[in-house]
């Protein structure tokens, strides 16, 4: 039967959309197919729905989505009774429900619906639908007991019309009230209520909804200026020094477009970063000369100015109603909301509360979600070398936004703060730090002088040679003042793991270091060694690969069924390249019989269970094999980027495996999500070194006790 969950309100403005949203993403770290209902809605676009559409990429029509428009259901209910209309809303809910294994169901939204007693029908509809209710109510400029009354009421509300009520959530209440909020309300009700503050970034609005809202004309500024958000508005009227001193952090500059002083100084602030704003809106229809037009494209690239033809007073009103909304066009509000819920919502017991289970498949979100939650459970500090980077700069906001882990950015600092302001980005919670200047510079040049000595290294080369960010990072990570590194967005691999050949070394008990992709199929995850690092490998080494493979498999949650493949199976085929994979699959067996693993196989007997079933029938692996060790590195390489392209799979790595703290390379074409992969995956590690230095060095205090 499919499970469902129902998030309703008691009146408008709640923000119920944050916990729409948190719920949504805990729904698909579990479920493969879930649907979304919304028996009411008002004409035009579903912003909230559009957005859930492009994150979660679902296929679902949007006719399937919507029972009824508000306007028809207030007809139908005054006309034919609740009872009609509820009875036909519920029809169109199992219409959607046997399509999916869960169903998100959105409640009304209490704004000008001319619905008589919203909240018995939104408890009446959850009832029939058989789903499990969360109330959200809104907190927003209340005092902490006016709060916990209203939540209190909302629960009793509910309670009393039967609904199963799974938590209940207070949102948008005061920060400095929100702890002692949630400890009493802990105490008082008989389910879970968690509070979340109030968040200005999602309420600020984004340039582009400024543009949308006033009907202004873009005349600079490109997607990524207009994604930012307006924190504040500062009016612009004064001379500029003065002018100057009352610019904020991310604030909208409103002045009169024959006021060129102002909006060359304010665009040359945001260009030195003291302070970056959001950007410059011209009021009266007047438009500065094509001179300062240019000159201000040129000094903040991407940053917008807009331009009205109403006054700077009646746009100061208009500016003053707008609120921001969460929409497929700002996914940066959509990390912030959803770090948001996540930090201050139980998720685990949430998700056993909603009863949850597990699904047998494993989907390409599937696995990015769970590293993301698992990344988040023990924090690390991951370091960035390519500060300056587009990419990672947009990488790094998201992990910041979603509380992943803590960062530290290498590079000019100045230079990192300049593209983080014209790309809108907040780097208040990263540690920047410049290697050229830094106090670690002279300890690093003397570590890494003694650790080379050997090859010649004396101190003056050393303190050159830690200047460069590779081996700057690679440094803090030996150091512990970093628990991982993520570099190669703009450095060749040799630049980014020859600092850490040098530096950190390999493992115990490994004798190389290689590599694997997680591949993310449709319904599995696969990995595949070494796609990436050595390229013609020996037995010797290849079972080290497979050894390896299987223990990195193993740690994100793949069960290890190694495939040593070549282009024969079995007995079937001779030869040095076959030869030498039959030589490391018995290695692997003498080393490891603890793990399941076959070869020589090719690639369809691995994966394929019919073909598995001809060519090996009692094979334990063949047909179900999880981890694929390729015999050299122009197969692997090959092989992994065919499939990627061909299957649409998500491939995840390169991932480093052997080195003994974690370092892993990006491919210099990857997108801002496999950074933020990447960064997981390598915090993820982190935590599981820092779990095996613990549990051996209690094994030695046992053994010496």
Do not use: W
Request: hydrophobic residues 45%; charged residues 20%.
């Amino acid at each position: 039967m499919t499970r469902s969950v129902y998030v309703t309100g008691i009146d408008r403005g709640d923000g119920r959309q944050v916990v729409e949203l948190g719920v949504m993403e805990l729904l698909t770290r579990h479920v493969d197919r879930v649907g979304v209902f919304r028996p009411l809605v008002h004409d035009g676009p579903d912003r909230l729905y559009d957005l859930l559409r492009a994150r979660y990429r679902l296929s679902q029509t949007a006719e399937s989505v919507y029972g009824m428009d508000y306007h028809t259901a207030a007809a139908l209910q005054a006309e034919q009774g609740t009872d009609e209309l509820v009875s036909q809303l519920v029809s169109q809910f199992h219409q959607v429900a046997k399509d999916y294994e869960f169903v998100l169901v959105l409640g009304t939204d209490f704004a000008g619906t001319n619905l008589p007693a919203e909240i018995n029908l939104n408890a009446r509809l959850a009832n029939e639908f058989g789903a499990s209710v969360i109330p959200v109510v809104g907190g927003q400029n209340q005092d902490a007991a006016s709060v916990r009354a209203e939540v209190h009421n909302a629960y009793a509300a509910y309670d009393s019309l039967g609904c199963d009520i799974t938590a209940m959530v207070v949102n948008r209440v005061a920060r400095e009230d929100r702890e002692a909020i949630a400890e009493r309300l802990a105490a008082k009700l008989p389910v879970p209520c968690y509070a979340l503050p109030e968040d200005a970034s999602l309420s600020a609005p984004t340039v582009q909804q400024i543009v949308h809202a006033l009907d202004a004309e873009v005349l600079l500024g490109d997607a990524a200026g207009l994604a930012r958000d307006a924190r504040d508005f500062v009016f612009g009227g004064a001379m500029l020094p003065t002018f100057l001193g009352a610019l904020t952090e991310g604030c909208m500059v409103v002045t009169p477009g024959d006021r060129a002083d102002l909006i060359v100084g304010a665009l040359a602030a945001h260009s030195a970063g003291a302070p970056p704003i959001a950007g410059v809106l011209l009021t009266l229809d007047q438009r500065p000369g094509p001179d300062i037009m240019a000159l201000a494209s040129r000094l903040a690239p991407g940053t917008p100015v807009v331009s009205v033809p109403g006054q700077s007073f009646p746009t100061a009103g208009e500016l003053a109603r707008l609120e921001g909304k969460l929409n497929a066009t700002s996914p940066r509000k959509a990390e912030t909301a959803l770090g948001l819920f996540e930090r201050h919502v139980d998720t685990a017991a949430l998700t056993n509360r909603i009863s949850l289970a597990r699904s047998s498949r494993v989907t390409p979100m599937m696995f990015e979600h769970e590293l993301i939650e698992r990344s988040r459970s023990k924090r690390r500090r991951v370091v960035l070398p390519e500060g300056t980077e587009e990419r990672v700069l947009r990488a790094a906001d998201v992990l910041l936004r979603r509380d992943v882990c803590d960062l530290a950015l290498l590079g000019d600092e100045d230079l990192i703060r300049k593209r983080a302001a014209e790309l809108g980005i907040d780097l208040a919670d990263a540690h920047l730090i410049d290697p050229e200047t830094s106090p670690l510079r002279e300890r690093f040049a003397e570590i890494y002088a003694q650790a080379r000595a050997h090859k010649g290294i004396g101190y003056e080369l050393a303190y050159d040679v830690v200047a460069d960010v590779s081996y700057f990072g690679t440094l803090m990570v030996e150091e512990g003042l970093a628990d991982g590194m993520v570099s190669g967005a703009v450095h060749s691999t040799a630049a980014t793991i020859r600092p850490a050949f040098e530096v950190i070394k390999t493992a115990p008990g490994a004798q190389i270091v290689s590599s694997v992709f997680f591949m993310c199929l449709a319904d599995r995850v696969l990995v595949y060694g070494d796609c990436a690092v050595n390229p013609d490998p020996n037995a010797e080494q290849l079972a080290d690969i497979a050894i390896q493979s299987a223990a990195t498999a193993a740690q994100f949650g793949v069960e290890p069924r190694i495939a040593m493949l070549s282009y024969s199976t079995g007995t079937s085929g001779s030869g040095a390249d076959v030869d030498k994979v039959r030589k490391a699959t018995e290695i692997v067996r003498e080393r490891r019989p603890d793990l399941a693993v076959e070869g020589p196989i090719q690639y369809d007997a691995a994966v394929d269970t019919g073909v598995a079933a001809t060519k090996l029938p009692d094979s334990k692996v063949a047909g179900q094999a999880t981890v694929l060790v390729f015999p050299d590195l122009n197969t692997g390489n090959n092989t992994y980027k065919a499939v990627q392209r061909s299957a649409g799979a998500v491939a995840v790595g390169p991932v480093l495996q052997g080195l003994r703290k974690p370092v892993n390379d990006l491919s210099r074409g990857a997108l801002v999500q496999d950074i933020v992969n990447t960064v997981a995956i390598t915090a993820i590690q982190a935590q599981t070194r820092t779990q095996q230095a613990r549990t051996q060095q209690a094994q030695t205090q046992e053994a010496q006790a």
